[in-house]
């Protein structure tokens, strides 16, 4: 494939990863403010679980149909409008009156993400080509990671002076940055599709994607189960609507053949789990040090630097890396690593842990995703036709944010469902179980915010109050952790067993690609479409 990039490459790749930045940073924001937006509202932790998740939430279930509009409509406009409409989203975000406001506020953010985060790495797989196409992907990745990993950082210096609303506000100079170097240095209308867009599709794929997220997040909630079996139901037919629907479709918004690559499937499963697995680190991580170690917001989130400086430093390495080994080998290097950081959470994290644990562990996934990342976007981008990239760039973004939703609603579930059974179980076995009120069992089992309020309203219990809860988040994280190990492990099996090996992966890129410009009368040839 002819190498290639386009005019002021440095200038292009900077305004998309400004762009993508902004999505980065509002994806990971919340997860430090949690604590305190639980005290405010008086939130359970199944509601704290929606609002960490809402912006996934929101991205997630846009992107494919949202990926289909840039490939038809304009990917530069999508880009405008999505960074534009971010502003509104913080705002409402930032001043929201209650939890549920607060959580269709990060749904609406979700949205405008959705239609600025995929159309970010559908132009660089359009503009680039061959080893620069690599690098720009290393980099977009990289980077964008470590600026998901910042966010807790600077959500928590912005709560040492300021409200919990503030840290939704972080991303508004970043936004205007990136709105007018979009408009000023991105190319328009390059190698974009004529075809109309499978608008049925696109509306089954929303109804799937967000019906999952939210039965995994209510299916641990007391009380809840009758919501989460309609939403697990809804999700099955959704996806049973939906495939019958590509099949059938003449222009299918996923066209299921493309997908059935082994180079995209393969490079899509696994891209989520190891994706998922830092949003999922991160959002237990930030808990378990505040409430357990007793950290500040902004020791929380300085607590987690040396992820996002091993992404920074290792994602150039894993562009390297994929060219010689190819993306099997780089891709379970980076598994390796992920499963040796929450194998360090789940053995060396308890009460009292000093920081060089906590400190190694995020250094390890931070390897882990920088190594990860390029090879599963890569692979992605390069296993189908350039007028078709908004498929790959949507599946791409679904493994940041489908993952993030799945693995933080997964990990929060299982953290939710031990809590309260832990909390359950030390009630049940105290002396003075017979004494205390079932509307206080209640405020216990919510979350660890909720216990910690109780305490101040029963000072004499206080100390055995805050011991207890800390003992049951304990108990809930260890669940999260091994969720999260076995996960991993999976994810691993899966590349070693079906991802193609570095000759073999490049004899199928190339056949994928003489393949769909064969597919279109009147295509240009593969070198003149890299021109």
């Not at 009156?97 to 970010?120: E, F, I, K, N, Q």
């Not at 629907?245 to 066209?255: I, S």
Request: proline share 5%; charged share 10%; aromatic share 8%.
């Amino acid at each position: 494939m002819p190498d290639g990039a386009p005019a002021r490459p440095a200038l292009v790749l900077t305004a998309l990863i400004l762009v993508a930045a902004v999505a980065n940073l509002n994806l990971s924001v919340a997860n430090v403010a949690l604590p305190e937006i639980g005290r405010a509202f008086d939130s359970s932790q199944t509601m704290l679980n929606l609002v960490a998740v809402g912006y996934s939430l929101g991205l997630a279930a846009s992107v494919l149909y949202l990926g289909a509009f840039g490939d038809r409509y304009g990917r530069k406009l999508l880009l405008i409008l999505g960074v534009s409409l971010s502003v509104p989203a913080c705002l409402l975000a930032s001043h929201a009156t209650s939890d549920v406001m607060l959580v269709g506020a990060r749904v609406l953010g979700g949205l405008a993400a959705g239609m600025a985060y995929p159309t970010t790495l559908a132009l660089i797989a359009a503009l680039w080509r061959g080893a620069p196409r690599i690098h720009a992907i290393a980099l977009w990745s990289g980077i964008g990671g470590a600026i998901s990993a910042m966010g807790p950082l600077l959500a928590g210096a912005a709560l040492q002076r300021y409200w919990w609303g503030s840290v939704f506000l972080l991303t508004l100079p970043l936004a205007l940055v990136a709105l007018i170097l979009a408009i000023r240095c991105v190319p328009a209308h390059v190698n974009e599709s004529t075809e109309p867009v499978d608008h049925l599709g696109g509306v089954l794929s929303v109804v799937l994607v967000a019906s999952l997220v939210l039965a995994v997040n209510f299916a641990p909630s007391p009380g809840s189960g009758a919501a989460a079996a309609g939403l697990a139901v809804v999700a099955v037919a959704a996806t049973i609507a939906f495939v019958l629907r590509q099949r059938r479709a003449a222009n299918p918004l996923y066209d299921l053949r493309i997908a059935a690559r082994r180079t995209f499937w393969v490079a899509a499963v696994a891209g989520t789990i190891v994706f998922g697995s830092l949003m999922g680190a991160i959002f237990i991580g930030q808990q378990f040090m505040q409430n357990v170690l007793g950290y500040t917001a902004l020791q929380g989130g300085a607590a987690i630097l040396p992820s996002p400086l091993m992404m920074t430093l290792f994602a150039p390495y894993s562009a390297k890396l994929v060219e010689r080994r190819g993306s099997r080998f780089t891709l379970l290097l980076g598994y390796l690593l992920c499963l040796l950081a929450f194998l360090t959470m789940l053995l060396l994290w308890h009460e009292g842990v000093a920081y060089w644990r906590v400190g190694l562990a995020y250094a390890l996934i931070g390897i882990g995703i920088g190594l990860a990342g390029t090879p599963a976007s890569r692979s992605l981008t390069g296993s189908v036709p350039v007028r078709r990239v908004g498929m790959a760039s949507g599946t791409a973004d679904l493994q940041r944010d489908l993952g993030g939703a799945i693995m933080q609603s997964l990990l929060g579930a299982l953290l939710t469902a031990g809590y309260v059974r832990s909390i359950t179980t030390q009630v049940r076995e105290s002396p003075q179980s017979s004494e205390i009120a079932q509307s206080v069992v209640s405020e216990l089992q919510k979350s660890f915010s909720s216990a910690a309020d109780t305490a101040q309203r029963y000072p004499r219990h206080a100390a055995e109050i805050i011991e207890g809860a800390r003992n049951a988040f304990l108990a809930g994280d260890r669940w999260a952790y091994s969720a999260a190990i076995i996960a991993i492990l999976l994810g691993m099996a899966l590349v070693a067993r079906h991802y193609p090996r570095h000759p073999e992966e490049n004899r199928l890129l190339a056949s994928y690609q003489a393949e769909d410009v064969a597919s279109v009368p009147g295509a240009p040839s593969p070198a003149r479409e890299a021109s």
